[in-house]
């Protein structure tokens, strides 16, 4: 079929651009790529109190038989959504089973055919997503660059929405989350903030340890990375919550996660509560990378750090090195970075010990040099 030769023409480019994706098992090794930055996910004693709270109340991995707004909507997502609500100093929340599916309803919803949305340009990919689903008029400005941004502004006429991340899960580095926030006052332009990577990293995120949750229309935290679990909320008003029940189809027509899910989300805040020597010990892990002098544009409180290498073969070559060495990393090419820009994407993380993080960059120090 013709249709056939097209997609085998563009995996072919794919392979020989040496960008093409596989999906690969899990492999053992000592982990610098995933986003468990936390080591919930392999925390053993938070697992004990998901199995007992399964054991207790073996409904909760029952299906939700249908979405929110037929038969999903149960006790326990209210009370959580209260809960994460309470806890980021907003007014309410809203639980979606990802953060892509969360941005999605976020950006799809939210921005119309007559609005403006200015994204950073390197926003992730479920907020393009988004914004295609709204028909809004999308322009980027330059990677945290706050002239730029304000130059985007000044040429709009109608209503502008801005779109940033807390902490950059590419190069690593944080949004002047505050000095946007001035420029969005002064051009009456509404703030849209993902807080994937920062949430636990950074306490409950930028927007609550800056207090701007008054100046932000809505804020997006997951679940799939410090805290261990899956699923995302919307931090918003009232009305704003209303306004995506009513209007967000990713959300009208989902049918609504299992209350486990829910029950983990709330557990994980519980869990993080009372165990903060998790984030002291990735704070300390942080600093003694970043005391190995390898040159990166990542900030020194992220736990994401990237590591230029704008050569293809180069750069899967130093991954296959570390892998030898039994260290998991993952290498990020062009179209998901700009061309130019490839990199090598350590993450730390809590569980992380001096030595594999001296050694790594040891390695990684031999190979570059």
């Known amino acids: ?44 004693d938070f697992r004990n109190i998901l199995l007992q709270a399964i054991n207790d109340h073996p409904e909760l991995i029952s299906g939700s038989t249908g979405s929110r707004l037929i038969s999903g909507n149960t006790g326990i997502a209210a009370v959580t959504e209260e809960y994460i609500a309470k806890k980021h100093g907003f007014a ?26 200015i994204v950073d340009e390197q926003i992730h990919r479920s907020v393009h997503d988004g914004c295609k689903m709204s028909h809004a008029r999308k322009l980027k400005f330059r ?32 949004a002047p989350i505050e000095d946007i926030v001035i420029l969005a006052q002064q051009y009456n332009a509404g703030i849209l903030v993902d807080e994937a990577h920062a949430f636990g990293v950074l306490g409950y995120g930028l927007v609550e340890q800056y207090q701007l949750q008054d100046k932000v229309l809505a804020v997006v935290v997951t679940y799939g990375k410090a805290l261990g679990v899956h699923g995302a909320a919307i931090l918003c008003n009232e009305m704003v919550k209303s306004y995506l029940i009513n209007f967000a189809t990713p959300f ?25 020597e998790l984030p002291k010990k990735l704070r300390d892990n ?24 704008p050569d293809n073969q180069k750069l899967k070559t130093m991954q296959n090195i570390l892998l030898k060495e039994n260290f998991l990393t993952y290498a990020v090419y062009s ?21 594999e993080i001296i050694r790594l960059a040891e390695i990684m120090k031999q190979y570059l040099n």
């Open 1 to 44: 079929m013709l249709i056939h030769h097209k997609f085998q023409e563009l995996l072919r480019k794919r392979k020989e651009a040496g960008t093409f994706r596989s999906l690969k098992p899990q492999t053992d090794g000592i982990d610098f790529y995933s986003n468990d930055y936390l080591g919930l996910a392999r925390n053993k």
């Open 92 to 117: 309410d929340a809203l639980l979606f089973p990802s953060g892509y599916n969360a941005n999605l309803a976020l950006f799809s919803t939210v921005l119309t055919r007559h609005d403006t949305i």
């Open 143 to 174: 990677h945290n660059d706050l002239e730029d941004l304000e130059k985007v502004l000044k040429r709009q006429k109608g209503q502008c929405y801005i779109a940033i991340e807390s902490l950059y899960s590419m190069d690593g580095d944080l």
């Open 252 to 276: 009208i027509y989902t049918t609504s996660a299992q209350d486990f899910q829910w029950v983990s989300i709330k557990s994980g805040y519980e869990f993080l509560k009372n165990h903060q």
């Open 286 to 309: 942080i600093d003694l990378f970043k005391k190995q002098g390898l040159k990166t544009p990542s900030s020194s409180k992220s736990p994401v750090q990237a590591i230029i290498i």
């Open 335 to 355: 179209p998901t970075v700009k061309e130019g820009t490839e990199r090598l994407r350590i993450c730390l993380h809590s569980f992380n010990t001096e030595d």
